[in-house]
């Protein structure tokens, strides 16, 4: 006789075992309809598990994350069903839910086209309607591993065998065809709904491992309903308009080239915007305390071992061996070297909080395959900051970390910022007392802000609790940026002491501080966020001077020369081409503002200004809009 316990307490009393069909006919009619899947304990089921104890019951429809996904992991599988359907012999290897949608990977000799989408999408609908009932199996592993061997699916196979001994065998029917899969689904292919969408087609290798075969991946999305898959089609138009690597072209900002894969090539306009970024935190970061520090790019390979990143990361770490045999490590973070700067002096509790920023240069294997522009590279440049304090600091420390945060993003123009608190792990270091009091801290900074924030139970690191910060950009995207961490784990491993007021030696608390995260990354991020057009202050061309003919250039040249020295990037268009081609041209690379210039401003010593997206145009005296150009290029520090 289970009894149920349901989200808002209420409590319903069943004979016998029960699923989740029971249990939503038992509430209501409308949760009948909607109910996807099921979390019972805490753990996700299918509607069609059976419930034989006492058990706490959510029922998941398709307004919680959980539902959502569960919407995501169907499509994939009606995705392989309508590709094996089409395309007998076509091998299935993996289809996960990714951000936005799902995928699924193929091993067929023929190429997908684009002509296949839509015959495959096509295909996925009629799946739909044919409603399709779904159940799950559990097989013995030998039988499973036979089973796919027979029809032809190896990696299936190979996917069974390494299954770990103690877990089941789980298998999913979707009317007569089958896949490997931990579940949930959903209870029939009916349920699905037709708010999916498949969107391109790339490579993948088995496994993610370039020494594997190369498979095909299909990508697609899919949503709670057509309004929410239109509203994500037209996000998807609008970010390719504003893809960083197009502008970066049309801007000149920034290449990439094989012989450094993941690595930034910049040009003198993109290093201004990186340099002008970095002089505005700078000024931010001193303001608040911190001094900065630099430290190697190249640390022994001991140093990593002691401090447990060799463990953790090594196989994602650049390593070089010198002459007399030493392994030494290019660093792929910047902690250890923070560290060794602490440890240099005897330390006193009158010089905490210490704060030691650094703009660190790191380098980190990523896949080929993963790569994207300036928002997936190999080399980046961390705005690191480590903050050495007492445990009684660690609430201030994190006020004031989650404050600049703020401050810094409303300056760029992010206004909409959702917090994620990641508290302790299961496997974890530190005392609980310490844990405490850090999640306390961090909570406390979190309450503080006023903001929206999520809980992520069970996701911090496994030295302490964290804070993520999530920017919303203008196209309701959003990104994982800034992170504030407590760390309780490494200071000790790396020896910083203290001397505290009773003349003992301590260990400090250590929080990892980065606002931008990676620069690079960031700065994809500015670009797609302003769809090149960035704040004046931060253009990395900021005027051009166009004279409308060869004999204005003499003006046009002095005007440019005074703007220079008033430390405005400013170019002078002297080449032979008619004034529209120019502005076209200059508008193109998103510059703000075109100062142009013929017979009558040089009479009346003024200048014509034609702002970026505007076709108005003002003339006024150039004096003046020397004043106004000046102001605007103002770094925004309170």
Known sequence: ???????????????????????????????????????????????????????????????????????????????????????????VTIG?????????????????????????EKKMKEIVDRDEKTTRETWERNKAISHFKKLGEHYKAQLINAIPAEEEVSIYFHGKWHDLCRGPHLSSTGKLGKAFKLTKISGAYWKGDSKNEMLQRIYGTCWRNKKELDDYLKRLEEAEKRDHRKLGKEM????????????????????????????????????????????????????????????????????????????????????????????????????????????????????????????RVRAFTQDDAHIFCTED??????????????????????????????????????DD??????????????????????????????????IDFVLRDSIGRDWQCGTLQV??????????????????????????????GSLERFIGILI??????????????????????????KYAKKIFEELFKEGIKCEVDLRNQKINYKIREHSLSKVPLLLICGKKEISNKTVTIRKLGSKKQETIKFSKAIQNIKLSNDLPIN
């Open 1 to 91: 006789m289970p009894l149920i316990k349901l989200l808002d307490g209420k409590k319903i009393n069943f004979k016998k075992a029960t699923n989740g069909f029971e249990i939503v006919k038992r509430i209501s009619k409308s949760l009948e309809k909607d109910a996807l899947i099921m979390m019972v304990n805490g753990k996700p089921k299918d509607l069609s598990f059976e419930i034989n104890k006492d058990s706490n019951v959510k029922i998941i429809t398709a307004k919680d994350k959980e539902g959502l996904e569960v919407l995501r992991h169907d499509s994939a599988h009606i995705l392989a069903m309508a590709v094996q359907e089409l395309f007998p012999g076509t091998q």
């Open 433 to 466: 007392k310490i844990w405490d009091k850090a999640e306390a801290a961090l909570l406390k900074a979190i309450k503080k802000s006023k903001l929206k924030y999520e809980i992520n139970k069970g996701d911090g690191a496994f030295y302490g609790p964290k």
């Open 252 to 375: 000149d900002l920034f290449h990439f080239r094989e012989e450094s894969p993941g690595a930034v090539f910049w040009h003198e306009k993109g290093w201004n915007l990186f340099q002008r970024l970095i002089e505005y935190m700078r000024l931010k970061q001193r303001n608040a305390g911190y001094k900065e520090i630099n430290t190697p790019e190249i640390l022994d390979k001991a140093l990593w071992e002691k401090s447990g990143h060799w463990e953790k990361f090594g196989e994602n770490m650049f390593t070089s061996e010198t002459p007399d045999e030493k392994i030494f490590a290019i660093k792929p973070m910047n902690c250890p070297g923070g560290i060794q700067v602490f440890n240099q002096g005897l330390k006193s509790y009158r010089d905490l909080p210490l704060k030691l920023s650094e703009f660190g240069k790191v380098h980190r294997y990523e896949p080929s395959g993963a790569l994207h522009g300036l928002l």
């Open 487 to 516: 760390d309780l784990n490494l200071p000790g491993r790396l020896g910083a002491t203290f001397v505290d007021k009773d003349g003992t030696k301590k260990v400090p608390v250590m929080l990892h501080r980065a606002l931008f």
């Open 393 to 430: 600091q660690i609430t201030e420390e994190c006020l004031s970390v989650t404050n600049l945060i703020l401050e810094i993003y409303k300056d760029l123009g992010f206004k909409n910022v959702l917090l994620q608190f990641s508290d302790r792990p299961t496997k974890r270091v530190g």
């Open 528 to 553: 797609e966020n302003y769809a090149g057009k960035l704040p004046f202050w931060l253009s990395p061309s900021q005027v051009v001077v166009l004279p409308i003919a060869e004999e204005h250039n």
């Open 96 to 120: 996960p839910v990714i951000e936005d949608g799902f995928y699924y990977d193929f091993s067929r000799k023929d190429p997908f086209t684009s002509e296949d989408l839509e015959k495959i």
